[in-house]
């Protein structure tokens, strides 16, 4: 009889733990305000409170969102790291639902296409990227020439679309205009910086780079590795990002080889790979012995023929090793010293999960050398060339550019010199 109690007791307990558990993995009706307790992740309270743990997305997204009204509740910035304390908004199962719900990002090129060795491409990856891990429906649009751009971007708005993203700083004006008239969606532009008064509907996010300090780094490298203290640049079109590749680069030779002499032009041109070779050639014959290119294919049209007659290059905004010379594959590539690179890739990936987590920050988004969103790129087949104490001096130069010991000289927003802050020819001193 006792056994028989007892069994029964069991059974009793074991249903009711049964019931309990179901009861918490129900989805909630209704918002739940909670703090978070030591040992709690976002998955168990997404099982608790919605049902599934893969929901936890929707805690981040109504937290954030409500972060923007309210300081109180947390703002999410690493869904793995939650803190004992912190105020979460927890949606009901509806919400969750609508939250989760497939969003649309979509990508418009400037004149080039999403292969091309240059920015356009690093743009379309970071949206893939980001596409991927957030679940998210993606498409580009490939710009043929400049006048395509608004009607570009009116395809993606006018199919819906949740995030656009546009690529350089010739789209500027198209990408604001184009918030103004769009308010609920959010757009992020590559190389192209805004005030505050410029984005009044707080849906756009400019993505710049100081490409001052990448250039700087490689014109340091081109300075410690000329032989005829004559060195080039065929440069794109003269707008703001360029011209901080250009000057940055010009002070970075004189900072460590102090009698060199820079040679460059400007070409008003992203996509002539003709003239970026004609260019680097006429410099070649005034005696440059390293050549950079810092235009697009044009420039990197530059530094192909360059290489190809032995001259060392460099490359730009991504590392050319695997583009411009096809991983090794292409004649050249041995004369690849480096490429001065802006992780466009990372700044738009930043900018897609941000709109998705709710954590979109209007105004102008910066990638320094400060939190590694620029600087150079391998060595690859010229590592044994480069000097053991050159590489030592290029990684304190990085180091002294990332915590603001040591100037470029240039205008991180209009590329223009600032005479008072170029570091002195030759100064540079381990």
């Not at 307990?13 to 909670?34: D, G, W």
């Not at 990856?125 to 980001?130: H, K, L, N, P, V």
């Not at 044009?298 to 023929?305: A, D, H, N, R, V």
Request: aromatic share 10%.
């Amino acid at each position: 009889m006792r056994k028989r109690i007892a069994l029964n007791l069991f059974v009793v307990l074991a249903l009711l733990a049964v019931s309990v558990s179901f009861a918490a993995a129900a989805p909630s009706a209704q918002e739940n305000i909670y703090t978070v307790q030591k040992a709690d992740n976002l998955w168990r309270l997404a099982e608790k409170y919605l049902g599934k743990g893969y929901y936890y997305p929707a805690i981040v997204m109504a937290t954030n969102m409500k972060h923007q009204e309210d300081a109180t509740f947390a703002l999410i910035r690493t869904p793995s790291l939650i803190l004992p304390g912190w105020k979460l908004l927890i949606p009901t199962a509806e919400e969750a639902e609508k939250l989760l719900a497939q969003r649309q990002v979509g990508l418009v090129t400037d004149v080039g296409k999403v292969d091309d060795g240059t920015f356009n491409q690093y743009a379309y990856e970071g949206m893939m990227r980001a596409a991927k891990e957030f679940n998210l429906k993606s498409a580009f649009i490939e710009t043929l020439q400049p006048t395509d751009y608004e009607k570009n971007v009116e395809q993606f708005a006018n199919e819906g679309y949740d995030i656009i993203i546009t690529v350089g700083f010739m789209m500027g004006e198209t990408t604001q205009k184009m918030a103004a008239k769009y308010p609920n969606i959010k757009f992020a532009i590559v190389d192209y910086s805004y005030s505050p008064d410029q984005v009044p509907n707080n849906n756009i996010m400019g993505l710049t780079f100081r490409e001052d300090q990448s250039g700087f780094l490689a014109g340091a490298l081109a300075g410690f590795m000329t032989k005829s203290k004559v060195v080039g640049i065929v440069a794109g079109m003269e707008i703001p990002p360029v011209k901080k590749f250009r000057n940055g680069y010009e002070h970075g030779v004189k900072y460590v080889c102090g009698d060199c002499r820079v040679v460059g032009v400007y070409i008003d041109s992203f996509t002539d790979p003709a003239r970026g070779k004609a260019a680097a050639e006429s410099q070649i014959a005034e005696g440059a012995d390293v050549i950079f290119g810092a235009g697009g294919p044009t420039g990197s049209g530059g530094i192909l023929g360059a290489a190809q007659q032995g001259v060392w290059v460099i490359g730009v905004d991504q590392d050319e090793y695997y583009t411009t010379f096809k991983g090794g594959a292409q004649t050249g590539a041995d004369k690849l010293l480096s490429s001065a690179m802006k992780r466009v890739d990372v700044a738009v990936y930043t900018a897609v999960r941000d709109a998705v987590w709710g954590t979109f920050k209007a105004g102008t988004a910066v990638f320094d050398a400060a939190n590694n969103g620029v600087g150079l790129a391998p060595f690859h087949e010229t590592e044994d060339d480069v000097p053991a104490n050159v590489k030592a001096a290029l990684e304190k130069i990085f180091k002294m550019l990332a915590d603001g010991t040591l100037k470029t000289g240039v205008d991180p927003v209009t590329g223009d010199v600032i005479p008072a802050e170029v570091p002195a020819p030759g100064s540079f001193s381990m």
